[in-house]
T-cell receptor, first 116, second 113 residues
């Protein structure tokens, strides 16, 4: 596709429910990132994939958060037993290794998660 | 710790005027990348401009230009001929080589008609 897409755009969950957020990166992009953005704040890093390998998950706030990218393309961020503090916008970004593009991340529109 | 500081939580500028958003960062690295991203109310984060630390020449993209002062660890964004569509949150970001991106807290820019 032309850009990074994410689905759903909005998700409302009851506390304790599990949710799954999907990210489709730009075709051919090797690197994929997940961020959490609280209202009025900058994005905070959650995790990073290079192809299917999860190279850094240091930003995941708890073991309720799990991310995967099994075929090196689409990625899913799963949050188990959601809590109110999980309410935020979850952003996905991808980047290429092409010359002149290294480390430039392109972002999706985000998924706004509201936990009631 | 590596940090990015945007000292102006909000700014306003008259349409067609010029505005400068400030950003400073703290690092011990010599090679890194700096970015300005724009996030309109629709929430899509859009890349505005990119600067490699090893390049002395300031990056420009149409009405957007940066003043990169490596020794001072400063990376300000200048928007010329401001337009209503420039209204957004602007985030300064820093990436050390092979590491994760670090964002500032953002500056909300208002354009006054």
């Amino acid at each position: 596709g032309a850009g990074v897409s994410q689905s759903p755009r909005y998700k409302v969950a009851k506390r304790g429910q599990d949710v799954a957020l999907r990210c489709d990166p730009i075709s051919g992009h090797v690197s994929l990132f997940w961020y959490q953005q609280a209202l009025g704040q900058g994005p905070e890093f959650l995790t990073y994939f290079q192809n299917e390998a999860q190279l850094d998950k240091s930003g995941l706030p708890s073991d309720r958060f799990f991310a995967e990218r099994p075929e090196g393309s689409v990625s899913t961020l799963k949050i188990q037993r959601t809590q109110q503090e999980d309410s935020a916008v979850y952003l996905c970004a991808s980047s290429s290794w092409a010359a002149g593009e290294t480390d430039t991340q392109y972002f999706g529109p985000g998924t706004r998660l509201t936990v009631l | 710790a590596q940090t990015v500081t945007q000292s102006q939580p909000e700014m306003s500028v008259q349409e067609a005027e010029t505005v400068t958003l400030s950003c400073t960062y703290d690092t011990s690295e010599s090679d890194y990348y700096l970015f300005w991203y724009k996030q309109p109310p629709s929430r899509q984060m859009i890349l505005v401009i990119r600067q490699e630390a090893y390049k002395q020449q300031n990056a420009t993209e149409n009405r957007f230009s940066v003043n990169f002062q490596k020794a001072a660890k400063s990376f300000s964004l200048k928007i010329s001929d401001s337009q209503l569509g420039d209204a957004a949150m602007y985030f300064c970001a820093y990436i050390p080589p092979g590491d994760k991106i670090i964002f500032g807290k953002g500056t909300r820019l208002h354009i006054l008609p």
